[in-house]
T-cell receptor, first 113, second 112 residues
Framework: NAGVMQNPRHLVRRRGQEARLRCSPM?????VYWYRQLPEEGLKFMVY????????ESGMPKERFSAEFPKEGPSILRIQQVVRGDSAAYFC???????????FGSGTQLSVL | GQQLNQSPQSMFIQEGEDVSMNCTSS?????WLWYKQDPGEGPVLLIA?????ELTSNGRLTAQFGITRKDSFLNISASIPSDVGIYFC????????????FGGGTRVLVKP
């Protein structure tokens, strides 16, 4: 049973470009969470999705950031018009039920030049 | 919002030593989780605690869910070099939509 798969592992973008980060949850998991981690810091919650629905986006900036988890395919975290401050590691986690423990992917390291 | 204070921020270990770290919060959590993160990787779950007072072991790791539900500690016994890494506590609360709130991490390093 494959774990949570994230791609790409590393993504380099220039300021103003768009970044798309993908996450395929573990098989059978319908709950997906996105977290952001800055160097030397803990993970900060961004958004929680359950198939086709955004349940909680309280940690996601209102501008430029969006997330989706379609019926078919991976969850996507999209950052439009990236700025240098968006540089961070973005982690996706999944769980089978709402109050079950989370399993994390290896992350996408976004670097904005 | 909810905040977790994790201490110490960093520590040096010598092989064979026992180490301890803890997390405290002003909020109540119904689940405490401990993760380890290696460089360039995502956090890996070590131990999950679901009941106040619960004491759970996983090999050389032992963690406890505080009685007040506002704290937890993690002990590593007889440390070995591969214990080096960053350890995070995380609390999960139904009132916060079950999303995890992470502590700032404890960086475990080997004594030179």
């Amino acid at each position: 049973n494959a774990g949570v798969m994230q791609n790409p592992r590393h993504l380099v973008r220039r300021r103003g470009q768009e970044a798309r980060l993908r996450c395929s949850p573990m098989k059978g998991h319908s709950h997906v969470y996105w977290y952001r981690q800055l160097p030397e810091e803990g993970l900060k919650f961004m958004v929680y999705l359950q198939k086709e629905n955004i349940i909680d986006e309280s940690g996601m900036p209102k501008e430029r950031f969006s997330a989706e988890f379609p019926k078919e395919g991976p969850s996507i975290l999209r950052i439009q018009q990236v700025v240098r401050g968006d540089s961070a590691a973005y982690f996706c986690a999944s769980s089978p039920y709402v109050d079950e423990k989370l399993f994390f992917g290896s992350g996408t390291q976004l670097s904005v030049l | 919002g909810q905040q977790l204070n994790q201490s110490p921020q960093s520590m040096f270990i010598q092989e064979g030593e026992d180490v301890s770290m803890n997390c405290t919060s002003s909020s109540i959590f119904n689940t405490w989780l401990w993760y380890k993160q290696d460089p360039g990787e995502g956090p890996v779950l070590l131990i999950a605690l679901y009941k106040a007072g619960e004491l759970t072991s996983n090999g050389r790791l032992t963690a406890q869910f505080g009685i007040t539900r506002k704290d937890s500690f993690l002990n590593i016994s007889a440390s070995i070099p591969s214990d080096v890494g960053i350890y995070f506590c995380a609390g999960q609360s139904a009132t916060a939509g079950n999303k995890l709130t992470f502590g700032g991490g404890t960086r475990v390093l080997v004594k030179p």
